[in-house]
């Protein structure tokens, strides 16, 4: 049987063993993969790149304009994607529980590390700690707790995205903020956040030298979602006496290893 391979985007012949049970539904798929790719097409245009007769691929988009996941313009009577299937997408995301797909890597971050873990979610101006692992094998303790929060510009994970975010929307974030010196290290002059956010996407992480708390030192990075956009931030946190510049580049690598991870189980593909 001749069928339409999504791989390799062309015709193949499948085997007994590999034939789709249901063949109509090999094609409906074909057909809306294949508009996924090539945006409004039309019927002869994709019957041939489907290798399917005219009036075939007619019916099969007859059929799934009837289910409202392909729409056709009037003007140009091509075919192209209804927004349906981003609905159902966007469903299907949001039963995946962040929390219990990450955990599993900040343990692992703590345990390689021996320091304690963040991760925090975006919450307008701030950062909200929403999980923290601490390292069995660390006796000092950080203060820091689940639920408490830190404006973006002073803190490492604030600052890994910050640095993603377009200029006029951390112009905004900064004018919004209250800007204060916790510390003599807080910076309080947009102009060096700036050089600073530009250091921090050129390597990939950010970092906190004691500016929100005197003695602690982090590193921190971004986690795009699967729209690309940066909602989520984790950290390695320690006293300044462990954080050295060195152990800092010691920790990078480790960083954006699970930087990586963490993307690709939230759906982003760079």
């Keep these: 049987m001749i069928v339409y ?27 809306i993969e294949e508009l996924s790719k090539s945006g409004p097409t039309g019927l002869i245009e994709l019957s041939n790149t489907l290798g399917l007769h005219k009036s075939t691929t007619h019916r099969l988009l007859t059929s799934l304009m009837y289910m409202d996941y392909v729409r056709q313009d009037e003007e140009s009577g091509k075919y192209s994607l209804s927004f349906k299937l981003l609905e159902i997408s966007s469903r299907i995301l949001g039963h995946i529980d962040v929390l219990s797909t990450i955990h599993p890597y900040l343990k692992e971050l703590a345990d390689i590390s021996g320091e304690t873990v963040h991760l925090v979610k975006r919450d307008g101006l701030d950062v909200v700690y929403i999980d923290k692992v601490e390292s069995s094998s660390n006796s000092v303790r950080m203060v820091s707790r689940v639920g408490s929060r830190t404006p973006m510009y002073r803190s490492g994970v604030g600052k890994a ?25 807080t910076v309080t ?38 729209s690309g956009k940066p909602k989520y931030a984790f950290s390695i946190s320690g006293p300044t006496v462990r954080m050295t510049d060195e152990r800092i580049l010691e920790l990078s690598k480790l960083m954006l290893q699970t930087k990586k991870k963490l993307e690709e189980e939230l759906g982003y593909h760079s």
């Design 189 to 226: 002059d947009l102009d060096e956040l700036f050089i600073i956010l530009e250091e921090a996407r050129e390597n990939g992480y950010a970092l906190d030298n004691e500016e929100n708390e005197n003695g602690v030192r982090c590193i921190a990075s971004s986690i795009m979602d699967y």
């Design 5 to 31: 391979d999504k791989k390799e985007n062309q015709t193949t012949t499948q085997t007994a063993e590999q034939k789709n049970p249901i063949q109509v539904a090999d094609r409906l798929f074909a057909v």
């Design 161 to 185: 995205l910050l640095a993603m975010m377009r200029p006029e929307e951390v112009r905004t974030i900064w004018g919004d903020s209250k800007i204060e010196a916790l510390t003599e290290y």
